[in-house]
């Protein structure tokens, strides 16, 4: 399976949004909506963000909302704080109880 | 409190084998698909493999398919990973995590698995 695409950076100032995308195919992303966001912060344990697209698990701030168009899924931080700066990647079921995660993204905050 | 801690991690030569553990605490063991997934030094996340709760499905990536194999002790709330054939490719973190909601909610903390000669 070929690993999801993301854009390798993204960045925003204190306050503003910034919208991370996540392109896969109609065997992953187009066919499911099993998409998941997760957070790494360096030497850290990925954390789960976001679920089934657009739902948030409990003691995720609202400020992370996550969506999907064909193919693509896309996650936003709004509000950017400090905090939110880490690698965020995405994953998808790929059917056959297959996943597969996309290539990552780093969030600076200006 | 949900908690995973592997452990087995460390430095092989290629062609060796290598068995991880993972201890899982605070939640219904048995009752929770299980997951391995590994990061390359500098690299993004890969999936391993997965197990259902009873063994009877596992499930693998193509590129460690007949040379890892995922295995579960519901008794002892623990998962493996059993890693032979090594490559230098297969140097990686390798997380535990479980798997619901067709995601991943619970990581451990990783362990580092290096192969090299």
């Known amino acids: 399976q070929s690993a999801l695409t993301q854009p390798p950076s993204a960045s925003g100032s204190p306050g503003q949004s910034v919208t991370i995308s996540c392109t896969g195919t109609?065997?992953?992303?187009?066919?499911?909506?099993?998409v998941s966001w997760f957070q790494q912060h360096p030497g850290k344990a990925p954390k789960l963000m976001i679920y089934?697209?657009?739902k948030r698990p409990s003691g995720v701030p609202d400020r992370f909302s996550g969506s999907k168009s064909g193919n693509t899924a896309s996650l936003t931080v709004s509000g950017l704080q400090a905090e939110d700066e880490a690698d965020y990647y995405c994953?998808?079921?790929?059917?056959?109880?297959?996943?597969?995660f996309g290539t990552g993204t780093k969030v600076t905050v200006l | 409190e949900v908690q995973l801690v592997e452990s087995g991690g460390g430095l092989v030569q290629p062609g060796g084998s290598l068995r991880l553990s993972c201890a899982a605490s605070?939640?219904?063991?048995?009752?929770?698909?299980m997951t391995w997934v590994r990061q390359a030094p500098g690299k993004g996340l890969g999936w391993v493999a997965n197990?259902?709760?009873?063994?009877?499905?596992?499930y693998y990536v193509d590129s460690v398919k007949g040379r890892f194999t995922i295995s579960r002790d519901n008794a002892k709330n623990s998962l493996y990973l059993q890693m032979n054939s090594l490559r230098a490719e297969d140097t990686a973190v390798y997380y535990c995590?479980?798997?619901?909601?067709?995601?991943?909610?619970?990581w451990g903390q990783g362990t580092l698995v290096t192969v090299s000669s």
């Open positions: 089934e697209v657009n």
């Open positions: 995590a479980r798997a619901a909601f067709w995601t991943f909610d619970y």
């Open positions: 109609s065997s992953d992303v187009g066919a499911y909506n099993f």
């Open positions: 197990i259902k709760e009873d063994e009877s499905e596992k």
């Open positions: 605070g939640f219904t063991f048995s009752s929770y698909w």
């Open positions: 994953s998808s079921y790929a059917g056959s109880n297959n996943y597969v």
